[in-house]
């Protein structure tokens, strides 16, 4: 098999929280050979989405910034894979700019009729860890993941929750998450 990479978003604060721990299960069981290149949403200049609407009609936006690499990296991937703490039911604020700031490929898709808007098609993943044994943020993450690698030609085939964080059965749950985000990297290229 030809060496994959896999663009990865990374959206904790901390890198050894649940959400590290469970990147880094995943990210150790990628078959060998595999490529990461590693986005640290919070370490990152990523100016938000201002909806200039010039993406609508180049299909690239018109900002500058270290989103320039994510955008490379896109084109180049045959995995995406986001790490992500719930916050407020959604992505910490500096994922959520990069997120918006993928709008460009929206406009692609539905302002430009490019089909695809990206040429390499992908698999996709989503780590999440939530506070809460709650289902709402969880439900919103993977829903709005799902609507992002819809228009980046890529399969969300995976999705790995490590719920109930913050309380203090967690360290029973810990287990079978990391078990599963291992599973999840380990069949990340041949899952359907
Ligand atoms: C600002 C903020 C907002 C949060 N909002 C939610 C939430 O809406 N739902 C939830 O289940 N947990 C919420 N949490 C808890 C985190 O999701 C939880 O602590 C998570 O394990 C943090 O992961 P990390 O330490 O890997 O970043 C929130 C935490 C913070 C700091």
């Known amino acids: 098999m030809s060496e994959k990479l896999v663009l990865a978003l990374f959206g904790s604060p901390r890198k050894s ?3 590290g ?4 299960a995943f990210i150790e069981a990628l078959p060998g050979g595999t490529q ?7 370490s990152m200049k990523i100016a938000p989405c201002n909806g200039c609407g010039g993406c609508e009609k180049t299909g690239n936006c018109v900002l500058r910034d270290d989103m320039d690499e994510v955008y490379e990296a896109m084109e180049a991937a045959d995995g995406f894979v986001i790490a992500t703490p719930a916050y407020n ?3 910490p604020a500096p994922l959520k700019a990069v997120v918006d700031r993928m709008q460009c490929y929206w406009s692609r898709r539905f302002s430009l009729g490019m089909r695809p808007p990206v040429e390499k098609p992908k698999v996709g993943a989503l780590l999440l860890a939530a506070g809460s044994v ?5 439900d919103v993450l993977q829903r709005q993941t799902r609507m992002l690698m819809s228009v980046l030609h890529c399969r969300l085939t995976a999705c790995v929750p490590f719920m109930g964080t913050d309380q203090a059965d967690a360290a029973q749950r810990e287990k079978a998450a990391l078990l599963a985000a291992k599973q999840a990297g ?3 290229f041949t899952s359907r």
């Open 17 to 19: 929280g649940p959400t």
């Open 21 to 24: 721990r469970l990147f880094d």
């Open 36 to 42: 990461v290149r590693m986005f640290d949403a919070f």
């Open 89 to 91: 039911l959604s992505f």
């Open 134 to 138: 709650e289902k709402s943020g969880a």
């Open 186 to 188: 380990h069949t990340f």
